[in-house]
């Protein structure tokens, strides 16, 4: 029996009811992520507080930082880099774990989807999001395609006009900033259009247990047979989204909110699209 539309939308909401541990994973990884951003604003009050507080006691702290960067440039510089490292390390930890257990809750969906048993679903929670490393690859292909994609106006700007671009060249009307702001907007539309067709990668990945360009191909196939269908699940859930951020954006407002934007969104939010992309995929696709 062919399904509609809204039946992707409805469905999801039933089956993770149903089986609320396919929010495990994403839990884990609030908890865990919790404790190391504790850890990490620990290390950085005593990279930063401990030593620019202590030694500026008294004194106004942005002229001393200032101050300092002018009369010990080596060290501020090595301070700042070491920092730097610090805060990019964590940032790394923090969406590697974030793929592991985000691939642990497509693995849990695909099991709900094919009505497997639900058996030993904690430890499944990590040798599920063993294959993160697929989600990883592509995700580092998307954004090398991405950056190369819109270095392709620039280079037509460049072609054209003979001359590099300057920073001034963005403050001063000019016909190349003309030109360049309209390829832009025509590259972006175009961009929007042409990701949808590899949007549900991870997702194909994991269902069908595929490689990363085997599951590309797959996505683009059967993304072209289902297209409008697509673009309508991907419009919903950004809307949804949109709804889900307005407690992000009362945060400002009232703080306490910004907690309740976390947990829906990592314990209800990617549970339930997970779950509605894995449907569409059995429904709709082939292999």
Known sequence: ??????????????????????????????????????????????????????????????????????????????????????????????????????????????????????????KKSFSYGLKFWKILLFSIIFIILSAIYFLIPFLIIFIIFKVPFSISSFFFPSPALGIFILLFFVFLIVYLFLAVFISFTPFSIIYYNQGVFEGIITTVKNTKKNFWETLGLLFCFFVFYLILNFFNFLSFVFPPLYFLFIIIYNLFYIPYVSLSIMLFIKEKWKK
């Open 1 to 122: 029996m062919r399904k509609n539309f809204f039946y992707f939308l409805k469905k999801p909401f039933d089956l993770y009811f149903k089986n609320l541990y396919v929010s495990l994973p994403m839990l884990i990884f609030l908890i865990i992520s919790t404790f190391l951003s504790i850890i990490f604003f620990a290390i950085l009050f005593f990279l930063f507080f401990s030593f620019i507080v202590r030694e500026s006691f008294g004194k106004d702290l942005n002229e001393y930082i200032y101050a300092f960067a002018l009369q010990n440039p080596s060290k501020f510089l090595s301070w700042s880099l070491s920092l730097l490292l610090f805060i990019f390390i964590f940032f790394i930890v923090f969406v590697l774990l974030f793929l592991f257990f985000f691939t642990s809750t497509l693995g849990f969906s695909r099991d709900i989807i094919n009505k497997e048993k639900k058996e030993e679903v904690f």
